[in-house]
Structures are given as structure tokens and as C-alpha cells.
T-cell receptor, first 117, second 110 residues
Framework: AQTVTQSQPEMSVQEAETVTLSCTYD???????LFWYKQPPSRQMILVIR??????QNATENRFSVNFQKAAKSFSLKISDSQLGDTAMYFC??????????????FGTGTRLKVLA | DGGITQSPKYLFRKEGQNVTLSCEQN?????MYWYRQDPGQGLRLIYY???????QKGDIAEGYSVSREKKESFPLTVTSAQKNPTAFYLC?????????FGSGTRLTVV
């Protein structure tokens, strides 16, 4: 069974600095997807970034980028130029498409990030 | 605007009562999902549905039931058999590129 581990329950970073959130996963699959979701205090889950396992190039979305190490089964999120609005819970998620066309996720337990002014 | 609507935002349940959480989508997605969120445990899958009139149990289906009579709607009933229902419930629709979530329902037992 797949598992997703986020080993940092809480982190803080100064505004404008860079922070990296860690995520490791365990799977025997070769075709899968990895995601980072953000849950701000409003509790609305928002997709931050996704990575297809078959792509070697790390995904980037503006200030957000990932370091995807497939052999090490590591998928860390780097937030550059941190902003107060980045304060949120961040969830790492693993997804393997099923033959039926369903997309079930395995979520990590989350990292609570606080950006300090 | 296209999206997912969950209602109510807050729900209170008395002991022994069944309550139903609503999830409606106008994104025209086939697959819909219900997750439960507890502090320190991430999100756990309750039920999911790939098509109208069909649904599958997730990892923690005991004490819950669902229906899928319309493509747009996937209500979740928390039955009296669910012994610890206090949690935050999230509905999602999903394609390969990722989930879109509703805004959630906070259920509290009183």
C-alpha cells in the first residue's frame, strides 16, 4: 500500500525568505502523480502544484517549485519569497490512476506553515 | 461560476441522529469523492462515485452512506452508527490533473 509521510508538523519562515517542506512516499508503482495542496485558515483546499512521475523536470508554479527525486521517493515543496498569504496547512498527496478512471489520493498528515512579518 | 457547493457550512448532530451533508457540482465531472479531515490525520477517503447510481467504499466507510442519483449531486449521510462523527468533511471532484474541493462542512456532535 502507498504511504505519504510529512515529517515536519510545523514550520515558520520570515516574510520574503525561502522555505522547503518535505514529503516522502512509498510505492512500488511506476506511473503516478504527486501533488501539493494548500489549506489556509478558511479551510478551502487549493491545488498548489502537481508532478507527473514520468517527467524528470521539476514542476514550477510562480514562487512554488518542487524537488522531485523519484529514486529516493522524495517530493519537497520550495516556497520562494514567502508572503503572509502563504500561511496555511500544506498537504502532500500521492495518486495512482485506477483502470476504472477513478483518482484516489493518499494524503500526508500535513505541515502547518506560518509566515512571520 | 463553475465549482462545488457544500452545505451547510456548520452542522450540529445530536446523539442517535442521522444527518446529511450536501455536495453539488456544476463542473460536469463524473467522479466525486468524500473525505474526512481530523487534526493530525490528513484526509481520509469515505466514499467515492465514478458514475450515476454507482459508488464505492473508501477507507473509512463504516457509519456513512451515500447516494448518486444525479451526476451533479453526491450527498453524504452520517448515520447514528458513526461513533465519532465530529470532523471536517470535504467533497471533491477529480480528474487526472487534480482535485477540486468544496469549501467543507464542519460537523459537531452535541
Amino acid at each position: 500500500a502507498q504511504t505519504v509521510t510529512q515529517s515536519q508538523p510545523e514550520m515558520s519562515v520570515q516574510e520574503a525568505e525561502t522555505v522547503t517542506l518535505s514529503c516522502t512516499y512509498d510505492t512500488s508503482e511506476n506511473n503516478y502523480y504527486l501533488f501539493w495542496y494548500k489549506q489556509p485558515p478558511s479551510r478551502q483546499m487549493i491545488l498548489v502544484i502537481r508532478q507527473e512521475a514520468y517527467k524528470q523536470q521539476n514542476a514550477t508554479e510562480n514562487r512554488f517549485s518542487v524537488n522531485f527525486q523519484k529514486a529516493a521517493k522524495s517530493f519537497s515543496l520550495k516556497i520562494s519569497d514567502s508572503q503572509l498569504g502563504d500561511t496555511a496547512m500544506y498537504f502532500c498527496a500521492f495518486m495512482k490512476p485506477a483502470a476504472s478512471g477513478t483518482y484516489k489520493y493518499i494524503f500526508g498528515t500535513g505541515t502547518r506553515l506560518k509566515v512571520l512579518a | 461560476d463553475g465549482g462545488i457547493t457544500q452545505s451547510p457550512k456548520y452542522l450540529f448532530r445530536k446523539e442517535g441522529q442521522n444527518v446529511t451533508l450536501s455536495c453539488e457540482q456544476n463542473l460536469n465531472h463524473d467522479a466525486m469523492y468524500w473525505y474526512r479531515q481530523d487534526p493530525g490525520q490528513g484526509l481520509r477517503l469515505i466514499y467515492y462515485s465514478q458514475i450515476v447510481n454507482d459508488f464505492q467504499k473508501g477507507d473509512i466507510a463504516e457509519g456513512y452512506s451515500v447516494s448518486r442519483e444525479k451526476k451533479e449531486s453526491f450527498p453524504l449521510t452520517v448515520t447514528s452508527a458513526q461513533k465519532n462523527p465530529t470532523a471536517f468533511y470535504l467533497c471533491a471532484v477529480g480528474v487526472r490533473s487534480g482535485y477540486t474541493f468544496g469549501s467543507g462542512t464542519r460537523l459537531t456532535v452535541v
